[in-house]
């Protein structure tokens, strides 16, 4: 289920011929909160059972900075596949990044900002995210570089 006012697109203008079909691949059982938006030109996939606070931002491309000298608005955008595992939750106003990879059952806390690769049961926060609890089977809950005594 998508929310009022959100936004899912691929590509940029119509006609514009894909890279990959589908571009954007929602799960089923999914809910994307108000006013977010999924902007695919590569390849999105996002896994079953996500949900999503409002405000969030996913996409798979962005503007590159080669050249200091042309405007970045000019200068051609990269693109690269995101991958969203099944059972997470995006926090308010998260932010995924091209070539994000995030795990199965991962929480991205509100205001994160998401980019590379995020490993399953976990929580992860801050900009750039980073693992602050993962669950250990027989431990329960740790924080990152928790040894087992």
């Excluded at 006609?15 to 994307?32: A, E, L």
């Excluded at 596949?81 to 995030?102: E, H, M």
């Excluded at 509100?110 to 027989?138: F, L, N, Q, T, W």
Aim: proline letters at 8%; charged letters at 15%.
């Amino acid at each position: 289920m998508v929310g009022p006012y959100a936004c899912i697109s691929a590509g940029m203008v119509p006609g514009q011929k894909m890279i990959s079909d589908p571009v954007v691949n929602i799960g089923k059982r999914c809910m994307i909160g108000r006013g977010s938006h999924i902007v695919g030109h590569f390849g999105i996939e996002i896994g079953d059972d996500v949900f999503t606070g409002p405000y969030v931002y996913i996409t798979d491309q962005n503007h590159s900075y080669e050249d200091p000298n042309i405007p970045i608005g000019l200068q051609w955008p990269r693109d690269a596949p995101v991958k969203i595992g099944s059972g997470t939750w995006l926090g308010t106003n998260v932010t995924v990044l091209p070539g994000a990879n995030i795990g199965t059952q991962v929480v991205v806390a509100s205001g994160s900002v998401v980019m590379g690769e995020i490993p399953d049961r976990c929580v992860v926060a801050g900009a750039p995210a980073k693992v602050v609890r993962r669950y250990r089977d027989g431990e329960g809950w740790v924080k990152p570089g928790a040894e087992a005594i």
